[in-house]
């Protein structure tokens, strides 16, 4: 063990003396830190020395290991200083640092001069020294805790490799001398491997000393509220655990043949004791009260409570997850037992839409249900009922009826309103705290500044689902509408050969036209069916080989419209993969817009079809009224803006460069006013696309 002991902390000397010259050779000098960290060589040092000299005992080196301490106490006592005071002598002035150095001088003495330790060991029977070390390792942890809370988030990262190697030194010390107390012995299998622990915190050491330079320029004196919690809570498990130290010590030694049962025993029931009080929600209740009143001049940190709900609410995903965290964030902020949650309908009602833990009556919740006059007054007054107030000055609540909830047993204590843009969105029920409180005006302030919030979340969930609603709406509508515009187009052409019918009816060409133009019709009415039955037909699964010559011919003899389309191509094929129906619904519209657009009688329209190496060319020219280079740009291709009144849908345009686009085409409109307008469509051809499709196979 001597072995061990030796070359555990030998290495934490080596690395103490590293860590020493590394700080005296920067060019920026911290003499505390330099300080502590001598101390800590020395005290390491010490330690060697007593493994090796039989006359220098392990229990000879403890006023080193105090006087390393009061060194790192100082090092955090300055940084602590200059964060929360802006002046690293501030701290030192306060009566916990006065008492603080009266106790490590006093320790120090009595381990210095072994006369006095031997005095207080005949008195007491047992040896002081644990004891002190215990409240040394606790006393370090609340300045290691204090000055990281202290410290803005800025900067934390100046000091994270500091707290986080002092914190973990002083916990081990923390366990090695509470377990020696306890058994009333050094416990050397725990304190013979803290060389090798200091020893793999210098390295933290190091990184802490390049960045140890501050800039707070506060002066607020006060002390934040978790600083003064959890140091308070940290100092009084320390006193805990020596307490029971203690009390256990005594107890083996009262009774050595049931000594270490008695013991045992003891400190499971010591452990119980310290965890029940922190389950209790009573209990935590109590506490916060009490704090509130005697060590806070404000009881709320308002920008942390903001800041914690916002966090929150990002979290949620849907109505049902707010409605109980409504309930939670209220009941937490008072500490009440339970709450119900009243949202208000589409019809201005309100109903229970959620609860926690409500305890109230059937009779107590048909009253809310059918009170008329409580939203009205949660609406005109805009405050918080508060129930134990109504049973001391009842005069406040003159201007409503709550006698249905005045009685002994009631569990009803707050009604809290939630308020959106001076607007009633919902109200909260709460039930009795778990600890009897009388609320102040921070805590009334508070619920309201959280109401608010909490509505505005209400709100925005109740206008997310209106714009879902209204988002399927507009889908259905655009469907509609390319249904419509569908729909029209056919009607036009069954229009054309009834109003031709009276002229040509003797026509047998006529006939055999008219046959192939109502079959044209059946064939998108299916098309048009089976949308409504399946929905917007995929254009991957739609796409066919299509030989643009005979798709243009054949609405070139089909499409009766005034004046009558002339073609032009020289090709005898011309593929490209695509959705036929789609496509001649597409250049029949276009075609169709053209004609309209003509005002002459010497008006034409014009169908050209060509081809160059990559791109079948669909062109659509007449000579019309044309179009102006604005209106092109911002009206052309929007959609359901129309210039022919009811008579047009206002899609036509917009579905072409829609389709082209998605087939990986392109649409150009080339127009002036009085001149006429050219469209013209590139789709990429069959012989392309196939190609394309065998170079990534091969790839």
Same mark, same amino acid.
């Given at each position: 063990?001597?072995?061990?002991?030796?070359?555990?902390?030998?290495?934490?000397?080596?690395?103490? #003396?590293?860590?020493?010259?590394?700080?005296?050779?920067?060019?920026?000098?911290?003499?505390?830190?330099?300080?502590?960290?001598?101390?800590?060589?020395?005290?390491?040092?010490?330690?060697?020395?007593?493994?090796?000299?039989?006359?220098?005992?392990?229990?000879?080196?403890?006023?080193?290991?105090?006087?390393?301490?009061?060194?790192?106490?100082?090092?955090?006592?300055?940084?602590?200083?200059?964060?929360?005071?802006?002046?690293?002598?501030?701290?030192?002035?306060?009566?916990?640092? &006065?008492?603080?150095?009266?106790?490590? *001088?006093?320790?120090?003495?009595?381990?210095?001069?072994?006369?006095?330790?031997?005095?207080?060991?005949?008195?007491?029977?047992?040896?002081?020294?644990?004891?002190?070390?215990?409240?040394?390792?606790?006393?370090?942890? @609340?300045?290691?805790?204090?000055?990281?809370?202290?410290? %803005?988030?800025?900067?934390?990262?100046?000091?994270?490799?500091?707290?986080?190697?002092?914190?973990?030194?002083?916990?081990?010390?923390?366990?090695?001398?509470?377990?020696?107390?306890?058994?009333?012995?050094?416990?050397?299998?725990?304190?013979?491997?803290?060389?090798?622990?200091?020893? *793999?915190?210098?390295?933290?050491?190091?990184?802490?000393?390049?960045?140890?330079?501050?800039?707070?320029?506060?002066?607020?004196?006060?002390?934040?509220?978790?600083?003064?919690?959890?140091?308070?809570?940290?100092? #009084?498990?320390?006193?805990?655990?020596? /307490?029971?130290?203690?009390?256990?010590?005594?107890?083996?030694?009262?009774?050595?043949?049931?000594?270490?049962?008695?013991?045992?025993?003891?400190?499971?029931?010591?452990?119980?004791?310290? &965890?029940?009080?922190?389950?209790?929600?009573?209990?935590?209740?109590?506490?916060?009260?009490?704090?509130?009143?005697?060590?806070?001049?404000?009881?709320?940190?308002?920008?942390?409570?903001?800041?914690?709900?916002?966090?929150?609410?990002?979290?949620?995903?849907? /109505?049902?997850?707010?409605?109980?965290?409504?309930?939670?964030?209220?009941?937490?902020?008072?500490?009440?037992?339970? #709450?119900?949650?009243?949202?208000?309908?589409?019809? $201005?009602?309100?109903?229970?839409?959620?609860?926690?833990?409500?305890?109230?009556?059937?009779?107590?919740?048909?009253?809310?249900?059918?009170?008329?006059?409580?939203?009205?007054?949660?609406?005109?007054?805009?405050?918080?009922? +508060?129930?134990?107030?109504?049973?001391?000055?009842?005069?406040?609540?003159?201007?409503?009826?709550?006698?249905?909830?005045?009685?002994?047993?009631?569990?009803?204590?707050?009604?809290?309103?939630?308020?959106?843009?001076?607007?009633?969105?919902?109200?909260?029920?709460?039930?009795?705290?778990?600890?009897?409180?009388?609320? +102040?005006?921070?805590?009334? +302030?508070?619920?309201?500044?959280?109401?608010?919030?909490?509505?505005?979340?209400?709100?925005?969930?109740?206008?997310?689902?209106?714009?879902?609603?209204?988002?399927?709406?507009?889908?259905?509508?655009?469907?509609?509408?390319?249904?419509?515009?569908?729909?029209?187009?056919?009607?036009?052409?069954?229009?054309?050969?009834?109003?031709?019918?009276?002229?040509?009816?003797? =026509?047998?060409?006529?006939? +055999?036209?008219?046959?192939?133009?109502?079959?044209?019709?059946?064939?998108?009415?299916?098309?048009?069916?089976?949308?409504?039955?399946? $929905?917007?037909?995929?254009?991957?699964?739609?796409?066919?080989?299509?030989?643009?010559?005979?798709?243009?011919?054949?609405?070139?003899?089909?499409?009766?419209?005034?004046?009558?389309?002339?073609? =032009?191509?020289?090709?005898?094929?011309?593929?490209?993969?695509?959705?036929?129906?789609?496509?001649?619904?597409?250049?029949?519209?276009?075609?169709?817009?053209?004609?309209?657009?003509?005002?002459?009688?010497?008006?034409?329209?014009?169908?050209?079809?060509?081809?160059?190496?990559?791109?079948?060319?669909?062109?659509? @020219?007449?000579?019309?009224?044309?179009?102006?280079?604005?209106?092109?740009?911002?009206?052309?291709?929007? %959609?359901?803006?129309?210039?022919?009144?009811?008579?047009?849908?206002?899609?036509?345009?917009?579905?072409?460069?829609?389709?082209? /686009?998605?087939?990986?085409?392109?649409?150009?409109?080339?127009?002036? %006013? #009085?001149?006429?307008?050219?469209?013209?469509?590139? /789709?990429?051809?069959?012989?392309?696309?196939?190609?394309?499709?065998?170079?990534?196979?091969?790839?």
């Amino acid at each position: 063990m001597q072995s061990y002991i030796y070359y555990s902390y030998l290495s934490a000397a080596i690395a103490y #003396g590293f860590l020493l010259l590394y700080a005296c050779f920067r060019k920026n000098w911290h003499l505390p830190f330099i300080v502590a960290v001598l101390c800590s060589l020395i005290w390491s040092t010490s330690v060697i020395i007593a493994t090796k000299n039989s006359h220098f005992f392990f229990a000879d080196t403890l006023p080193y290991e105090t006087l390393r301490n009061a060194s790192w106490y100082c090092q955090l006592g300055i940084l602590l200083s200059k964060q929360r005071y802006n002046d690293h002598k501030q701290i030192f002035r306060s009566n916990v640092s &006065v008492v603080a150095t009266l106790f490590l *001088l006093l320790v120090f003495g009595i381990e210095l001069f072994p006369s006095y330790l031997t005095l207080i060991r005949e008195s007491l029977n047992v040896d002081p020294r644990f004891a002190s070390h215990v409240v040394f390792a606790v006393f370090g942890l @609340i300045l290691v805790e204090q000055l990281y809370r202290s410290t %803005p988030l800025k900067q934390r990262w100046n000091l994270k490799f500091l707290c986080i190697s002092l914190g973990s030194l002083f916990a081990v010390d923390l366990l090695v001398y509470s377990k020696s107390l306890l058994f009333s012995s050094l416990d050397f299998a725990l304190w013979q491997s803290r060389g090798v622990i200091n020893a *793999l915190m210098t390295p933290f050491l190091a990184v802490t000393l390049s960045r140890l330079k501050l800039n707070s320029h506060s002066t607020e004196l006060t002390t934040p509220r978790k600083t003064i919690f959890y140091t308070t809570i940290l100092f #009084g498990c320390g006193i805990y655990l020596i /307490l029971m130290s203690f009390a256990g010590f005594y107890i083996k030694r009262a009774n050595t043949e049931w000594g270490e049962a008695a013991q045992t025993l003891f400190i499971f029931l010591a452990i119980l004791l310290l &965890v029940i009080p922190f389950t209790s929600g009573k209990i935590r209740a109590l506490s916060k009260v009490y704090f509130s009143k005697h060590f806070f001049q404000y009881s709320y940190d308002y920008r942390e409570e903001w800041l914690k709900i916002s966090k929150s609410l990002a979290k949620l995903e849907s /109505l049902e997850e707010l409605k109980g965290f409504i309930i939670t964030t209220l009941t937490d902020l008072v500490e009440s037992a339970g #709450g119900g949650l009243w949202l208000k309908n589409d019809q $201005g009602q309100f109903f229970l839409a959620a609860e926690q833990n409500l305890k109230l009556t059937p009779q107590e919740i048909e009253y809310l249900h059918n009170i008329g006059d409580l939203p009205q007054y949660l609406a005109n007054k805009q405050w918080v009922i +508060d129930f134990f107030e109504l049973a001391h000055a009842p005069e406040v609540y003159d201007d409503i009826d709550l006698s249905p909830w005045c009685y002994e047993d009631s569990q009803v204590w707050l009604i809290v309103p939630l308020f959106h843009l001076n607007k009633l969105e919902a109200f909260v029920v709460l039930t009795q705290a778990r600890a009897p409180r009388k609320l +102040d005006w921070e805590d009334h +302030d508070l619920l309201k500044t959280v109401g608010m919030q909490l509505a505005n979340a209400l709100a925005l969930n109740r206008t997310s689902e209106e714009l879902a609603n209204n988002r399927q709406f507009e889908t259905y509508h655009r469907l509609s509408a390319y249904l419509v515009h569908d729909l029209k187009n056919l009607v036009a052409q069954i229009s054309l050969i009834i109003k031709n019918a009276e002229k040509h009816k003797h =026509n047998p060409d006529f006939f +055999d036209d008219t046959i192939d133009t109502l079959n044209n019709v059946v064939k998108k009415m299916h098309h048009i069916v089976e949308q409504l039955k399946q $929905g917007e037909t995929n254009a991957a699964t739609a796409n066919t080989f299509v030989n643009l010559v005979e798709l243009v011919k054949n609405i070139v003899q089909q499409h009766l419209g005034t004046p009558p389309l002339q073609l =032009n191509t020289t090709l005898s094929d011309c593929f490209v993969t695509a959705d036929k129906i789609k496509l001649t619904n597409i250049l029949t519209n276009l075609v169709q817009n053209a004609q309209d657009a003509i005002a002459t009688n010497e008006g034409w329209v014009k169908l050209e079809l060509t081809k160059d190496q990559d791109y079948a060319v669909i062109k659509i @020219i007449d000579n019309g009224i044309g179009m102006d280079q604005q209106f092109i740009a911002e009206r052309l291709f929007k %959609p359901f803006d129309t210039t022919k009144g009811n008579a047009g849908m206002g899609i036509g345009a917009y579905e072409a460069r829609d389709y082209i /686009l998605k087939q990986s085409g392109n649409i150009r409109v080339d127009s002036h %006013p #009085g001149q006429g307008t050219a469209f013209t469509i590139q /789709l990429p051809l069959a012989q392309r696309i196939s190609a394309k499709q065998g170079n990534n196979d091969q790839l």
